[in-house]
């Protein structure tokens, strides 16, 4: 194969490039320039305007597409009969004029190849590349995470028409100790060639490389010229160009610039000058930047700028440059709750959908088969509805919850084996079997790629059967547009190699379709009258009158490198690929085109992200020397008051009076007719979130504690169950045990019990956390013994009242509103005959220990109800407890905290307690669960569901109310 000599980053060729570089002119679009270029290029003949042997290939496809808009409108206006140029983008030339040998690659393939090549190396050679010992095992997924890593290097080298050896051999010279990596990534990357050749495949940027050394027919014929827009050009494009030239096309780089002021900032090829643009000053009027908070407050700038502006502009005149991805979906909502419609210049892809959550959701399943999964795939919306259309009892059903119980119990790590027998096992192996029946009979079976495409449709069948009937026209064509893209790729599988057809697990085959849809788009659907959403390239190339460009904050633009451990920057910049200088200097050319291009622009940047991060503004924005950067940063940034002034006419307080979006109504429910003695603290807290976790028809479970280690309620309840063991030992003792070694020996017992019985061995996360415990129940044996030798004696422990048939204390009336039964469990009372008094104690575990007057707060400001409340439960059984009998027992972490802590209510406070709780009685069978005072603090999916955070801005301004 052909390579030219690399020289400071350009390559020279025996070919002359004959590529011309011609000057549009600075100001006006680009594309209305491109116009104007075509009409004196190709003057019309008679009434016949044929521009069929040109083409025009750009940057991104939709410029292609909006160029033959423009050629249509200017011969509908000159009475001419248009016959379009051929349209491409820069990367699809050489395929265009390549004539193929055999079957092209498409990126599949591609990957498949290389994972080929790396199976077949030495050991030694994939420990090279992997970072694993020549004799230790291929961790899952590491040849596929190593296949994309290496086409990706593949792909860049050959733009420098180079290849892995080529490398390994400059580094060699160099003395450079990574010469060795590379000579190993050489030997696979002629595996990889050897495997493509033996199965008759194209490889795409191989064919470019081969075309360049004649290797390859290149069709030419039909093509007399060739338009491009290139900012910068790899070496092999601008080699395969100058082909092109050498074959009888004019090619032509066009140049959005004036020749006589701008020439001297662009090469011979008309590509960017890189040292000229990375010193560039771009003179940025700072009136056109606008600087926001959060993201939010970048939202609000937009509707400022689209409001100030509405007389003058139609939608369809805005595009708005979306820099920052996680600004897409806020912007989308907030302009269509407003009656502005948007459209995406580029569709999302499948990965983002429904449907590609669910195959990535599957994927991870399969894979880790571990509660936290199962819990993953059934909150998906489509698996939650398949599965209850399969439970026996669906309606009183809520999986996650089913989850969480087994994993308290029982700790495991994995649910590949049996499950414990009772009734958590058998709640979640109906569950399992139900997503098994979605699955079919996918787990354990090694197929071919192109077998599992059957496979994984008959799943996508089997979950969309019957489609959710409450998705709107808009949901159900992205659902279609999805599944018709899975489609496409399961069908190409059918066409794999059969030398690439090795068996394969289910996991496998989903990560490698997974893959694919990350970069398979789904059908556009561009409404009339839209605001243009672009992607940054897109921008210079957009002809809208207004461009309002988001996000513009530094990794977003210029776009941050990424780390590769094969190809730093440095060595990036060597080798003449595209490094950080390139990117920058690229973008500081779209900028200036955008401001030379005599529209309204707006540069809209942010201080912080969406979780408060801070974030740059762009280097784009302070170019120039120390005093304008300086001077730049103070209008901006630090001395910037007119923002926040203009945000505040978005953020009308709402009816209720609050900035916030009022919570949905959850609808009318069933009546409470029970209350247990924790949930007063809850409605005190917050009625509204009180009524959704009481509402039965959500379903909701608010844990958001994590299921791989033991979350503090986890902890809390094996703490409990151990405590309750001993406690009912301790109970048929004729005296109290004062011997503490013998207590705490009784405590670790029990404890050991449950890690046999329950905690999985191979979670060490779960068994150190029990050895903490051990550690607390230490602590708590010193105590115990002096309290038993003062006299006092466990009386009764988990004392439960219950609105259950079978409970051995029934749930209590609660005076003066016998509707609603008071529910709860004493963890213990304690007896001193000597004194002749009781005491209610509450077992706590967080780590400090709790003060009961803290958590329960005061007569007329109280917090909690639980202590007093125990009493009330506890006279219902003729077991007396003064107020200052009522107390918490810490099972603290910290040495310091007292074990005991005792309240010092008196018979008045006890009463006022009584009424508060009498009056939130009355609120609850009343239906009174309006929120009040701060926002809650939802847990977990709460939070978005109720609009936390989300700003109300109203359709329209109310300047002056």
């Keep these: 194969m052909y390579h030219g000599d690399v020289d400071q980053g350009r390559s020279t060729t025996s070919t002359d490039c004959r590529i011309d570089r011609v000057f549009l002119g600075r100001g006006g679009h680009c594309l209305h320039r491109v116009v104007d270029h075509l009409q004196a290029l190709v003057p019309a003949d008679g009434d016949s305007w044929d521009l069929s042997s040109t083409m025009f290939a750009s940057p991104v496809a939709r410029a292609g ?29 050489a395929s265009r004029f390549i004539v193929p040998g055999g079957q092209v690659a498409d990126e599949t393939i591609l990957l498949e190849l290389w994972a080929a090549a790396i199976r077949a190396a030495t050991s030694t050679d994939r420990a090279m590349i992997m970072g694993v010992t020549a004799a230790g095992s291929t961790p899952p997924g590491s040849i596929e995470s190593a296949s994309e890593m290496l086409s990706r290097m593949h792909s860049d080298l050959a733009g420098a028409c180079m290849q892995f050896k080529d490398v390994a051999d400059r580094l060699q010279e160099q003395g450079a100790d990574a010469s060795d990596q590379w000579h190993a990534l050489s030997r696979i990357e002629g595996l990889f060639l050897d495997h493509a050749e033996s199965c008759n495949i194209d490889v795409p940027h191989r064919m470019e490389m081969q075309a360049i050394a004649g290797e390859r027919t290149v069709h030419v014929e039909g093509i007399d010229t060739l338009l491009i827009i290139a900012a910068d050009m790899v070496e092999s494009r601008r080699r395969f160009l100058g082909l092109l030239g050498e074959r009888g096309i004019q090619v032509s780089n066009l140049v959005h610039a004036s020749e006589e002021e701008d020439g001297a900032l662009f090469d011979e090829d008309g590509c960017i000058d890189i040292m000229a643009f990375g010193s560039l000053d771009l003179h940025i009027d700072t009136g056109i930047i606008r600087v926001g908070d959060l993201p939010g407050d970048q939202v609000a700038i937009v509707l400022d700028e689209i409001d100030a502006n509405a007389s003058e502009l139609s939608t369809e005149d805005i595009t708005i440059g979306v820099l920052d991805q996680e600004l897409s979906p806020i912007l989308g909502l907030e302009l269509e709750s407003r009656g502005l419609p948007t459209s995406s210049a580029e569709p999302d ?25 199962l819990e993953a795939l059934l909150l998906h919306p489509d698996v939650e509805r398949f599965v209850r ?12 919850r089913i989850i969480r119980e087994y994993v308290q119990v029982h700790q495991p790590s994995t649910l590949a084996g049996p499950l414990v027998h009772g009734s958590q096992g058998r709640q979640l192996q109906e569950l399992i079997d139900a997503i098994d029946r979605l699955t079919g009979s996918i787990e354990g079976v090694q197929l071919p790629l192109h077998e599992w495409s059957e496979q994984v449709a008959s799943v996508l069948t089997r979950l969309h059967e019957h ?15 999805a599944l018709d893209r899975v489609t496409d790729v399961l069908v190409s599988w059918t066409s794999m190699p059969a030398a690439l057809a090795w068996n394969r697990d289910a996991a496998s085959a989903l990560s490698v379709l997974n893959h694919a849809l990350v970069s398979s788009p789904m059908r556009s659907t561009v409404v009339d009258g839209s605001i243009s959403f672009q992607g940054w390239l897109d921008c210079h190339l957009d002809d809208s009158r207004m461009l309002l460009l988001t996000g513009f904050n530094e990794e977003f633009v210029p776009a941050a490198s990424t780390s590769d451990p094969f190809l730093p920057d440095s060595l990036r910049t060597d080798l003449g690929l595209v490094d950080d200088a390139r990117r920058y200097a690229r973008d500081a050319w779209l900028l200036k085109a955008i401001l030379d291009s005599d529209r309204m622009v707006r540069i809209i940047t942010g201080s912080r992200g969406g979780e408060g991060d801070p974030l740059r503004p762009s280097r784009l924005l302070l170019t120039g020397d120390g005093l304008d950067i300086a001077r730049v940063l103070d209008e901006c940034w630090y001395g910037n008051k007119q923002e926040s002034q203009s945000l505040d006419q978005w953020r009308m307080p709402s009816a209720t009076g609050d900035l916030f979006l009022p919570y949905p109504d959850p609808g009318e429910g069933e009546p409470i007719t029970s209350m247990s003695v924790t949930s007063f603290r809850r409605y005190i807290e917050c009625p509204y979130r009180f ?11 608010c844990s958001d504690e994590d299921l791989h280690e033991l979350g503090p309620a986890d902890f809390g309840n094996i703490c409990h169950e151990v405590l309750e063991q001993w406690g009912r030992s301790e109970i048929k003792r004729a005296t109290p045990t004062e011997d503490q070694k013998q207590i705490f020996a009784d405590l670790s017992e029990r404890l050991d019990g449950i890690i046999r019985t329950r905690l999985d061995a191979a979670r060490p996360e779960a068994l150190a956390q029990m050895e903490m415990l051990r550690n607390r129940l230490e602590k708590f044996s010193h105590w115990q013994a002096r309290r038993g030798a003062s006299g006092w004696k466990v009386h009764a422990v988990e004392l439960d009242f219950s609105m259950r048939s079978e409970a051995r204390c029934p749930a209590v009336a609660f005076p003066g509103n016998e509707r609603m039964r008071i529910t709860g469990t004493v963890d213990r009372v304690d007896h001193n005959p000597d004194l002749g008094i009781y005491q209610a104690l509450d077992y706590k575990t967080s780590s400090s220990g709790r003060d009961p007057m803290n958590a329960h707060g005061k007569p007329g400001q109280w917090k909690d109800l639980q202590l007093p409340l125990y009493r009330f439960l506890l006279d219902s059984i003729g077991i007396p407890v003064e107020g200052d009998a009522l107390g918490y027992v810490n099972i603290a972490a910290d040495p310091s905290a007292p074990d005991l802590g005792l309240a010092s209510w008196s018979d008045s406070d006890i009463e006022d307690a009584m009424d508060c709780a009498g009056q939130i009685i009355d609120r609850v069978l009343a239906g009174d669960f309006q929120h009040s005072g701060d926002p809650p603090d939802f847990p977990g999916i709460l939070d978005p569901i109720c609009g936390n955070g989300v700003l109300l801005i109203p359709s329209e301004r109310e300047v002056g109310q």
């Design 65 to 93: 597409r909006r160029l033959e808009e423009l050629l249509l409108e200017n011969s509908v206006r000159r009475e001419l009969k248009l016959v379009p140029p051929e349209t491409t983008t820069i990367g699809q030339i």
């Design 349 to 373: 892809p499948v990965s983002t959908s429904s449907v590609g959550r669910f195959l990535h959701l599957l994927e991870s399943h399969l894979h880790a088969r571990s509660p936290a999964s």
């Design 389 to 400: 259309g399969t439970l026996s009892k669906p309606d009183h059903w809520i999986p996650t």
């Design 467 to 481: 489609p959710d009937p409450h998705l709107d026209e808009q949901q159900a064509e992205t659902i279609s547009s």
């Design 691 to 701: 009524r959704l976790e009481r509402q039965s028809s959500l379903r909701l479970d």
